[in-house]
């Protein structure tokens, strides 16, 4: 396990910082399948893609957890940029970095999200052919999410408010102003509208889980991208890869985990209920995660399993 840092190959003024994890016994002569683990909205790689990244790991797998392009330690202005196009695109770009070492086999690559990086890892998927096998956990597409509300009862249209809010904030940041933020979680728990979202307070501003490089909002610019982007776009015909879907029985996202479900054209597509876990459970509780991963690591063994051999000596 190690913190490392590469180049991101869209756009080579930025640096992405990530956290290599390596199996038991690892032989940096050996070929290992490999995973990509990606953040939710407002997260970092230190937070729960970090737990299910080490977690994969102990079961065979080089991993790997990242932040994503203008947040964490990852480099790019303006801060907290939460364009969903440029996440996507992120998986790609850390798959880039993956094919580069000797010991991950490029032909066994799975990529796995939580919450709004499940989203964008399976948009990725969709356009990426190297994505073998996909993990989804709380799943959120974060366009619907933004356009018909946390539990999907709010018109699309209604959301045009928003595009308003995000053309604006742009226009103001051009001018020199300091860049207008939004919250992605509530920032105070007084905001928060009921317990579920109350716990997303809790995971990103007390020591849960709170990290001073995950600050919990994100530049009001990006509204613009995210209330016209959807995740699943063109799910029923190119996402045939193999797809693991997990999502707590409460949880009030869990529709955007039936959507995915629904709309994907894999043949070999699953979907798991964590039964008493809302979205944040998920994130870091023993019990909940323990579950999750139970059902992620056979998922990704059979799909991304074979025996891992000494790779031929070069000369």
Known sequence: ??????????????????????????????????????????GVKEQTAGIYAKKLAAQGFVTIAYDASYQGESGGEPRQLENPYIRTEDVSTVIDYLTTLPYVDRDRIGAMGICAGAGYTANAAIQDRRIKAIGTVSAVNIGSMFRNGWENNVKSIDALPYVEAGSNARTSDAGGAAVATMPLAPMKEADAPNEELRQAWEYYHTPRAECATAPGFAALRSLNQIITYDAYHMADIYLTQPIQIVAGSLAGSKWMSEDLFD?????????????????????????????????????????????????????
């Open 263 to 315: 709309r994907a054209a894999s043949v070999d597509k699953s979907f798991h209920i964590v039964e008493g876990a809302n979205h944040m459970d998920l994130y870091d509780r023993e019990k909940f995660v323990d579950e999750a991963i139970s059902v992620l690591v056979p998922f990704f063994q059979s799909k991304l399993f074979a025996e891992v051999t000494t790779k031929q000596a070069a000369e």
């Open 1 to 42: 396990m190690g913190k490392i840092s590469f180049a991101n190959s869209n756009n080579k003024t930025i640096t992405m910082s990530a956290v290599l994890n390596f199996p038991e016994g690892f032989d940096e002569k050996m070929s290992y399948p490999a995973i990509v683990v990606s953040h939710p909205g407002g």
